[in-house]
Protein backbone atom coordinates (compact mmCIF):
# COMPACT_ATOMS: atom_id res chain seq x y z
CA UNK A 1 0.00 0.00 0.00
CA UNK A 2 1.82 3.69 -1.10
CA UNK A 3 1.01 6.67 0.66
CA UNK A 4 -0.95 7.99 -1.89
CA UNK A 5 -3.63 5.22 -1.08
CA UNK A 6 -3.82 5.51 2.10
CA UNK A 7 -3.93 8.96 2.16
CA UNK A 8 -6.94 9.15 -0.50
CA UNK A 9 -9.13 7.21 2.08
CA UNK A 10 -9.52 6.66 5.76
CA UNK A 11 -6.75 4.26 7.54
CA UNK A 12 -9.16 1.11 8.28
CA UNK A 13 -8.29 -0.11 11.87
CA UNK A 14 -9.49 -3.47 13.41
CA UNK A 15 -9.49 -2.99 16.82
CA UNK A 16 -9.96 -6.95 18.42
CA UNK A 17 -10.95 -6.23 22.05
CA UNK A 18 -12.74 -7.60 24.20
CA UNK A 19 -12.74 -4.68 27.72
CA UNK A 20 -15.69 -1.78 26.60
CA UNK A 21 -13.53 0.88 28.94
CA UNK A 22 -10.39 -0.11 26.81
CA UNK A 23 -12.48 0.49 23.28
CA UNK A 24 -13.99 3.57 24.38
CA UNK A 25 -10.89 5.10 25.47
CA UNK A 26 -8.96 3.63 21.91
CA UNK A 27 -12.04 5.09 20.15
CA UNK A 28 -11.49 8.79 22.11
CA UNK A 29 -8.38 8.51 21.30
CA UNK A 30 -8.34 8.17 17.39
CA UNK A 31 -11.12 10.63 17.47
CA UNK A 32 -9.23 13.38 19.32
CA UNK A 33 -6.45 12.80 17.47
CA UNK A 34 -8.34 14.21 14.29
CA UNK A 35 -6.45 11.76 11.55
CA UNK A 36 -8.48 10.04 9.13
CA UNK A 37 -8.83 6.43 10.35
CA UNK A 38 -12.13 4.24 10.56
CA UNK A 39 -12.12 2.29 13.84
CA UNK A 40 -13.56 -1.05 13.17
CA UNK A 41 -14.72 -3.29 16.62
CA UNK A 42 -14.91 -6.84 17.09
CA UNK A 43 -14.52 -8.44 20.58
CA UNK A 44 -12.80 -11.58 20.17
CA UNK A 45 -10.44 -13.69 18.18
CA UNK A 46 -13.39 -15.52 16.35
CA UNK A 47 -15.01 -12.51 15.16
CA UNK A 48 -11.51 -11.08 14.52
CA UNK A 49 -10.66 -14.34 11.97
CA UNK A 50 -14.56 -13.51 10.64
CA UNK A 51 -13.64 -10.36 9.70
CA UNK A 52 -10.52 -10.64 8.04
CA UNK A 53 -11.23 -13.57 5.98
CA UNK A 54 -14.42 -11.55 5.18
CA UNK A 55 -17.04 -14.10 6.31
CA UNK A 56 -20.69 -13.77 7.54
CA UNK A 57 -22.05 -10.40 8.67
CA UNK A 58 -17.92 -9.18 7.80
CA UNK A 59 -18.17 -10.11 3.92
CA UNK A 60 -17.91 -6.57 2.98
CA UNK A 61 -15.71 -4.87 5.48
CA UNK A 62 -12.38 -3.47 4.15
CA UNK A 63 -9.60 -4.97 4.82
CA UNK A 64 -7.65 -3.60 7.72
CA UNK A 65 -4.84 -1.54 7.74
CA UNK A 66 -3.79 -1.93 10.92
CA UNK A 67 -5.54 -4.53 13.42
CA UNK A 68 -4.97 -3.36 17.42
CA UNK A 69 -5.11 -6.91 19.06
CA UNK A 70 -5.50 -7.78 22.62
CA UNK A 71 -3.85 -11.02 23.84
CA UNK A 72 -6.33 -12.09 26.77
CA UNK A 73 -9.96 -12.65 24.95
CA UNK A 74 -12.66 -15.48 25.20
CA UNK A 75 -13.21 -18.00 22.59
CA UNK A 76 -10.12 -16.98 20.43
CA UNK A 77 -7.35 -15.47 22.06
CA UNK A 78 -4.21 -13.19 20.57
CA UNK A 79 -2.00 -15.75 20.45
CA UNK A 80 -4.25 -17.95 18.51
CA UNK A 81 -4.90 -14.88 16.00
CA UNK A 82 -1.32 -14.06 15.51
CA UNK A 83 -0.60 -17.53 14.74
CA UNK A 84 -3.60 -18.19 12.26
CA UNK A 85 -2.40 -15.01 10.55
CA UNK A 86 1.01 -15.87 10.67
CA UNK A 87 0.00 -19.05 8.76
CA UNK A 88 -1.73 -17.44 5.96
CA UNK A 89 -0.23 -16.53 2.78
CA UNK A 90 -1.95 -12.58 2.67
CA UNK A 91 -2.66 -12.47 5.94
CA UNK A 92 0.71 -12.41 7.24
CA UNK A 93 1.40 -9.00 5.52
CA UNK A 94 -1.18 -7.41 8.39
CA UNK A 95 0.29 -4.95 10.62
CA UNK A 96 -0.59 -6.09 14.34
CA UNK A 97 0.08 -4.18 16.94
CA UNK A 98 -0.88 -5.60 20.88
CA UNK A 99 -2.24 -4.01 23.31
CA UNK A 100 -1.99 -6.19 26.74
CA UNK A 101 -2.02 -5.90 30.39
CA UNK A 102 1.42 -8.35 30.61
CA UNK A 103 4.28 -6.81 30.75
CA UNK A 104 6.09 -10.13 31.24
CA UNK A 105 9.22 -10.06 29.30
CA UNK A 106 8.48 -13.61 28.38
CA UNK A 107 4.89 -12.89 27.06
CA UNK A 108 6.42 -9.97 25.31
CA UNK A 109 9.03 -11.87 23.48
CA UNK A 110 5.88 -14.32 22.59
CA UNK A 111 4.01 -11.79 21.03
CA UNK A 112 7.22 -10.61 19.04
CA UNK A 113 7.67 -14.37 17.69
CA UNK A 114 4.08 -15.08 17.08
CA UNK A 115 4.54 -12.14 14.65
CA UNK A 116 3.21 -8.73 16.05
CA UNK A 117 4.67 -5.24 14.79
CA UNK A 118 4.62 -3.50 18.20
CA UNK A 119 3.50 -4.11 21.65
CA UNK A 120 1.93 -1.54 23.94
CA UNK A 121 1.34 -2.19 27.63
CA UNK A 122 -2.26 -0.89 28.91
CA UNK A 123 -3.29 0.67 30.84
CA UNK A 124 -1.20 3.35 29.03
CA UNK A 125 -2.08 7.46 29.99
CA UNK A 126 -4.38 8.67 27.60
CA UNK A 127 -2.14 11.57 26.41
CA UNK A 128 0.76 9.28 25.91
CA UNK A 129 -1.48 6.72 23.80
CA UNK A 130 -2.62 10.02 21.88
CA UNK A 131 0.88 10.30 21.12
CA UNK A 132 0.97 6.71 20.14
CA UNK A 133 -1.94 6.54 17.91
CA UNK A 134 -0.52 9.78 15.92
CA UNK A 135 2.71 8.34 15.55
CA UNK A 136 1.33 5.01 14.12
CA UNK A 137 -0.92 7.18 11.69
CA UNK A 138 2.71 9.31 10.65
CA UNK A 139 4.73 5.55 10.59
CA UNK A 140 2.79 2.95 9.54
CA UNK A 141 0.40 4.33 6.81
CA UNK A 142 3.11 6.48 5.21
CA UNK A 143 6.61 5.47 5.37
CA UNK A 144 5.71 1.38 5.64
CA UNK A 145 5.17 -0.39 2.29
CA UNK A 146 3.61 -3.62 2.36
CA UNK A 147 2.91 -5.85 -1.23
CA UNK A 148 0.38 -4.98 -3.42
CA UNK A 149 -1.71 -8.54 -2.25
CA UNK A 150 -2.96 -6.94 0.82
CA UNK A 151 -5.26 -4.85 -0.76
CA UNK A 152 -6.79 -8.01 -3.00
CA UNK A 153 -7.43 -9.88 0.05
CA UNK A 154 -11.37 -11.46 -0.54
CA UNK A 155 -13.95 -13.84 0.90
CA UNK A 156 -12.62 -17.15 0.43
CA UNK A 157 -13.77 -20.55 0.16
CA UNK A 158 -12.57 -22.56 2.84
CA UNK A 159 -13.32 -26.27 4.31
CA UNK A 160 -15.59 -26.18 6.86
CA UNK A 161 -17.45 -22.99 6.29
Known sequence: MDSKQTSSRPAQILLVEDNKNDVELTRLAFEMSRLPFHVHHVKDGVDCMAFLHKEGEYVNVPTPDLILLDLNMPRKNGREVLTEMMAD????????????????????????????????VKP??????????????????????????????????????
Open 89 to 120: EILCYLRVIVLSTSSNDEEILKAYKLGCSSYI
Open 124 to 161: VDFERFLVIVRSVAEYWFTVVMLPPKISTIRPTARLGA
